[in-house]
């Protein structure tokens, strides 16, 4: 038995195995059911794969370890995932939503290209795993996100779109929109206040801002 490949592949079962066990805390918890039972779902599969693989290690390793006994039964400093899947999914319980649903297509896309790889590998066991895993893995590949001038929040709406020139258009009409909807409303307040509050706005700037002075000496305000 070779230490190298045992270790190689007890490696490859931890980070699936690990991961499988911080999204299962999702179940019950999620945002959104169906997002709730997707994730139960990723876990499952993420799961299966490091079985697979803790099968391979234990019979590699020839001490009569099981699946079981190397999932649940080695020391913390023995296993060898990767600390971004092992890290918690947020500060609080159940965690954040976000930095979970990140993780995810992160490992999502590592794990579609380890999967792919090891298709090829002379070790038949370790192609047949592959070849069943890549099916799972989906179809996660990088992407250029466009048009946002700020840190995007929680609850926000994106639109994908296939065409980069499009998705500036897009954007650019979005900001002219807003721009106008801030005018509107300085328009409409302007209205509503009297006394010597007058409100001079610049087209430029955003609704929070705007300049305040008086309506009869000019004076600048705020």
């Known amino acids: 038995m070779s230490s190298t490949k045992f270790t190689y592949v007890l490696r490859l079962a931890d980070n699936p195995l ?4 911080r999204l299962s805390e999702w179940c019950g918890h999620a945002p ?6 997707a994730l139960a779902n990723i876990a499952l599969d993420l799961i299966g794969q490091s079985r697979a693989l803790l099968s391979c290690a234990g019979r590699l390793e020839g001490c009569g370890h099981d699946e079981d006994q190397l999932a649940f039964l080695r020391d913390e400093r023995d296993y ?3 600390t971004i899947v092992e890290l ?8 954040d939503f976000a930095f979970t649903v990140l993780r995810n297509a992160m490992m999502a896309t590592w794990f579609r290209l380890l999967w792919e790889r090891l298709r090829e590998s002379t070790d038949a066991e370790l192609a047949a795993i592959a070849g069943k895993a890549v099916k ?3 179809p996660s590949m990088p992407v250029e996100v466009t048009g946002l001038d700020d840190v995007p929040e929680a609850g926000w709406r994106f639109q994908v779109l296939r065409d980069k020139e499009l998705a500036k258009k897009v ?11 801030d005018e509107a409303l300085l328009v409409e307040m302007e209205k509503k206040l009297s006394g010597k509050l007058s409100f001079r706005s610049d087209p430029t700037f955003h609704f929070e801002q705007f300049k305040i002075t ?3 000496s000019g004076q600048e305000l705020g």
Do not use: K, M
């Open 18 to 21: 690990i991961l499988g066990q």
């Open 32 to 37: 959104v059911l169906e997002e709730d039972i």
């Open 80 to 82: 060898r995932n990767a």
């Open 88 to 95: 918690p999914n947020g500060p609080s319980r159940p965690g």
């Open 136 to 138: 799972e893995a989906g």
């Open 171 to 181: 954007a650019t009409e979005r900001t002219h929109r807003l721009r106008s909807e």
């Open 214 to 216: 008086d309506a009869v």
